[in-house]
């Protein structure tokens, strides 16, 4: 009688084992979903991050060239805050990347933002060697360029162009002279003669003893081609007074 219940016995194990066999499908299933689930949650967050160290970075250029607007405006160029020979440095770099950046590119600058303008003031030096021709120092606040190159006491012009060229030369005489004092300022080119440009004189004092100081200040317009030179002498330089702001020599490009 046990027969009939023979195949019967199994079932309920038989029924046990296909739940289990469901609930571990359910289970593989659930775990697979989650693997792909969390891959895909990651892959996403990935996605997020480089857009937002996009966004970050797009931020950061943003910054820069308001920094390089500023900078470009005469109030924001005297701000201390701001590094602005670094910022334009910078962006001039930018701006050449990919390009071979020589003279070309910085011609090629010219024409798309303000740049440093070509001038240069020098204020006068004493020098010890024999000679007419007067030697010059940086200021403080005068500026400076490289495309203007000052080689004992000449400077030389790298760009062809317009130029003011201006300078001022005290003097103090003490002893009579019949010969007035003159400032000159030449054009000197390689290999040719010297030519005058601005001449300045003063009659020399007829006051003994004492000195008498005095001023002499030309300045003029020229067209100068590329190694030009210019140099200020004068008919006495042991006369010349170097104190502060008495003695100048500068140019620009117009
Ligand atoms: C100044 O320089 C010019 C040009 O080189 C020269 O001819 C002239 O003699 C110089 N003047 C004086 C006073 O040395």
Redesign the pocket.
């Known amino acids: 009688m046990n027969e009939p219940y023979g195949p019967e016995a199994p079932r309920p194990i038989s029924s046990t084992s296909g739940t289990m066999k469901i609930f571990m499908g359910f289970l593989a299933v659930f775990v697979v979903v989650q693997t792909i689930g969390t891959v895909l949650f990651c892959l996403y967050l990935h996605m997020k991050m480089d857009k937002m160290e996009e966004v970050l970075s797009l931020n950061e250029d943003y910054i820069f060239l308001k920094k390089v607007q500023k900078c470009q405006t005469a109030e924001g160029h005297k701000s201390t805050l701001l590094d602005c020979e670094k910022i334009l440095k910078g962006f001039q770099n930018i701006q050449c990347e990919g390009r071979s950046c020589g003279s070309p590119c910085r011609g090629m600058l010219r024409g798309q933002w303000k740049r440093q303008p070509i001038a240069v003031h020098l204020a006068g030096q004493q020098s010890n060697k024999a000679?007419?021709?007067l030697e010059w120092k940086e200021t403080m606040y005068g500026p400076t360029n490289s495309l203007i190159s000052n080689k004992e006491g000449k400077l030389k012009v790298e760009e062809a162009g317009l130029y003011y060229i201006y300078s001022q030369v005290s003097f103090c005489t003490k002893e009579v002279s019949l010969a007035p004092f003159?400032l000159?300022i030449?054009l000197?080119i390689p290999k040719e003669?010297?030519?005058?440009l601005l001449k300045g004189q003063k009659t020399q004092s007829t006051l003994k003893s004492l000195c008498e100081l005095q001023s002499i200040r030309v300045g003029g317009v020229f067209s100068l081609r590329e190694g030009d030179m210019v140099?200020v002498?004068?008919?006495?330089s042991t006369k010349v007074k170097y104190s502060h702001g008495n003695t100048y020599f500068g140019i620009f490009k117009l």
């Open positions: 000679g007419s021709v003159t000159y030449y000197h003669e010297d030519r005058l140099f002498n004068v008919t006495d």
